[in-house]
């Protein structure tokens, strides 16, 4: 957490503690329990238990027998979740052994928490078990007798009041605020406040964390709203972050709110369903769903983090299936296509499948129309291009625009290629990242590690990165956010994007509106691609200097070593084959750099990671190689134009291509395709098909709008309905 943070923190704190209380907390219902359910819908939580998911709740009891009653170790654990577990039991069974079990959970994980606070050690970076504490005592209440109630509370009260006013902070602890994960120990503070409410225990610390409780869960979801937009997405860009604990902290608020007052406030912000529509253009089909591996992923296996899914998909199905059926049936299908394996709950959160009253209810799995080819998740930054949507097609996924800077690199203009293997990737890993932490900031978060362009200014300023110390920049940007979508268009036969990074390069300083100043590296970065379905890319970039004595170097990372040749070069990755042709610079040269000892080679030295216990096939996904384009002659403008073709392995050569001039316009003949690009002013170009099906029109200059799951334009088929994803 940012000093800055710190203190905004610490006043809101003492404002909420001189106020008085706000009228919403009068909403609060005066018995307990009222964390996730209460009095009134208890009998249908135990219902489930008992029926429909009677075989959720025999795993749950099981693990429960499973340490009941055994001897407490000579050092105290961290026993939250046990708690929760063993206080639900008991309020379904009665059996006392369950009461007095959830009761020595309680005491033994008071003990570790305040051994932990004592020798300043971090408990967990999750709030997770804490919170789970909680819900035990209030699930409880009624078992307690006040003194219990009042020693239990307030000991976790000081406890968590420790951590939070420690000096300095406590190292791995996590003081994150409402625009990260939200699941750090700011996270416990609504959940004290909600069920402490009116016990007269530790009243001045149970209303301040009542009240900003609720205000930051609420900033929370208009934060994750803006995100979201009316397309899908979440806190971060990065899948492990945002399919893995990200919508924990708005699932939790929504349903213990629901509990607390009796108001459903999931209606109000129907961003959250659309994190199916997010998955669903994210989803690399395969045995086992694979993603493009954007931003802080670990990139060792690019497998879609899927184990949370389930869960999410059916809290999606529940909360939201009146109001938005084509987002809960998307949800259905995305649990649906699922390996086998991964089709059950979670256990992080085991008190979500009793809750799920209205999920059956929901409509059936489908994609409620055909779908686009391309989808423009804007606020994300993220462009999706496909020719389809099996094992066989071409995925795409470009980066440009968007508000966040959450795990999200220097890679404005990055593009990744997925047929049947990674043919262009992002380059660089997080594995082990603390014992990595140099590559991960030096390398993998920056602009070098991307197929990007870069433009090597002497002695330019670094940009900083989590994780390590960043001592060197290699050519790269300097701003996360600040790129424009400028054009955005799709159909039947191509899709289009076009967008400038300029913002991101360095510039001096900012203008009063927030935007960059002066450039001091490059006046002009920008790049256009054409998808020509199914397995051609045209990519225009037009980029200036402020110097001609800055080398300008056009990047492609790929998995395995790259043969060039003559202005091309090829590249495989497990089925799949790349070809690149460039045809822009006409003097260009063509650079291999990687292999042995120089794998993520970057200001002359290789940013090499702890590889444990990696296979070739884990540093093959992180990208072992790169091919520079660099101009033969320096100076201040350079145009680069580039083809890309993708095919099986057996695709021995490139189709042929040629260049096209024509006044202030470059472009290719590809077969009979002709795509025009224009050099100077505004985004624009041509693109002719000579056919047997002509095609004749300017590239668009404009964002072609896109809400929800959409279907295409009207007069064009757009991807094929599946019954299962990738199938």
Not at 257 to 265: H, I, K, V
Request: hydrophobic share 35%; glycine share 10%; aromatic share 12%.
């Amino acid at each position: 957490m940012t000093a800055r943070l710190a203190v905004s923190v610490l006043l809101a704190f003492a404002a909420v503690q001189a106020a008085p209380l706000p009228e919403w907390t009068a909403q609060i219902r005066p018995d307990h329990p009222r964390l996730f359910f209460n009095a009134g819908t208890w009998p249908d939580v135990k219902a489930r238990a008992l029926g429909e998911e009677q075989a959720w709740y025999a795993s749950l009891r099981r693990r429960v027998d499973g340490v009941a009653g055994k001897p407490r170790p000579e050092e105290a654990r961290d026993r939250g979740v046990d708690a929760a577990r063993a206080a639900f039991v008991y309020l379904v069974e009665g059996d006392p052994k369950y009461l007095d079990e959830a009761k020595a959970a309680m005491a033994e994980s008071l003990d570790h928490y305040e051994a932990k606070l004592q020798a300043k050690q971090p408990v967990n970076w999750y709030s997770t078990s804490r919170v789970h504490f909680v819900l035990a005592w209030d699930w409880l209440y009624n078992d307690l007798d006040e003194e219990e109630r009042a020693a239990l509370l307030s000991r976790f009260v000081r406890v968590v009041d420790g951590v939070l006013t420690s000096k300095p902070h406590i190292y791995r602890e996590n003081y994150s605020g409402y625009n990260t994960g939200f699941y750090g120990i700011h996270n416990t503070l609504w959940f004290v406040g909600c069920t402490g409410l009116g016990t007269g225990i530790e009243p001045d610390k149970v209303t301040e964390w009542l009240v900003w409780g609720e205000h930051e869960n609420r900033r929370l979801l208009e934060h994750r709203r803006q995100a979201c937009g009316d397309d899908g997405g979440g806190g971060s860009p990065t899948l492990g972050y945002i399919f893995g604990a990200y919508p924990w902290s708005e699932q939790n608020f929504l349903y213990t709110w629901l509990s607390a007052t009796g108001e459903n406030l999931a209606p109000d912000w129907p961003h959250a369903a659309l994190l199916a529509n997010y998955l669903y253009w994210n989803w690399i089909p395969g045995e086992t769903p694979r993603e493009f591996g954007y931003g802080d992923t670990d990139h060792v296996s690019n497998n879609l983090p899927i184990w949370q899914l389930y869960t999410h998909m059916a809290n999606i199905r529940h909360l939201y299936g009146e109001q938005m059926p084509d987002a809960a049936a998307l949800a259905r299908l995305v649990q649906d296509s699922l390996p086998e394996r991964q089709r059950h709950h979670t256990e992080t959160w085991f008190i979500y499948p009793f809750l799920l009253t209205k999920a059956n209810a929901a409509p059936a799995a489908a994609l409620p129309s055909r779908t686009p080819y391309a989808r423009n998740l804007a606020n994300m930054g993220q462009i999706f291009l496909r020719s389809g949507a099996g094992p066989q097609d071409t995925y795409c996924l470009f980066t440009c625009g968007g508000i966040l800077s959450q795990h999200r690199h220097y890679d404005a203009l990055n593009f990744v290629v997925y047929h049947q293997g990674y043919l262009a990737l992002d380059s660089g890993t997080r594995y082990k990242e603390f014992d990595n932490g140099e590559h991960l900031a030096n390398y993998y978060a920056q602009t070098v590690a991307h197929n990007c362009v870069v433009i090597h200014q002497p002695d330019e300023p670094l940009a900083r990165y989590w994780g390590g110390t960043v001592t060197q920049n290699h050519g790269g940007q300097h701003r996360q956010t600040g790129s424009e979508l400028k054009a955005f268009a799709t159909n039947d036969r191509y899709s289009y994007v076009a967008g400038d990074a300029t913002a991101c390069y360095q510039h001096s300083g900012k203008t009063r509106d927030g935007k960059a100043g002066l450039p001091q590296k490059a006046s002009l970065v920008t790049r256009q691609m054409v998808f020509l379905m199914p397995d051609h890319f045209v990519i225009f970039d037009r980029v200036e200097g402020t110097s001609p004595d800055y080398r300008k170097d056009w990047l492609l990372h790929t998995a395995n070593e790259p043969v060039i040749g003559d202005r091309e070069f090829r590249a495989d990755h497990e089925q799949g084959r790349l070809f690149c042709r460039t045809l822009l610079p006409e003097d260009a040269r063509l650079t291999a750099v990687g292999g042995a000892g120089k794998e993520f080679w970057a200001s002359d030295r290789n940013w090499d990671i702890d590889r444990g216990n990696l296979k070739p096939s884990h540093f093959a996904m992180m990208g072992q190689w790169r091919v520079e384009v660099t101009p033969g002659t320096p100076q201040a403008t350079d145009l680069f134009l580039h083809v890309l073709e993708v095919g099986p392995q057996d695709r021995a050569s490139m189709s042929p291509t040629q260049l096209l001039r024509d006044g202030g316009r470059v472009g290719v003949q590809i077969g009979s395709w002709q795509v025009w690009f224009d050099t100077t002013g505004a985004l624009g170009g041509h693109i002719r098909n000579m056919g047997d099906t002509p095609l004749d029109e300017e590239l668009a200059q404009t964002v072609e709008p896109q809400t929800g799951i959409c279907s295409p334009a009207p007069g064009q088929q757009g991807l094929p309905r599946e019954l299962r994803l990738g199938d």
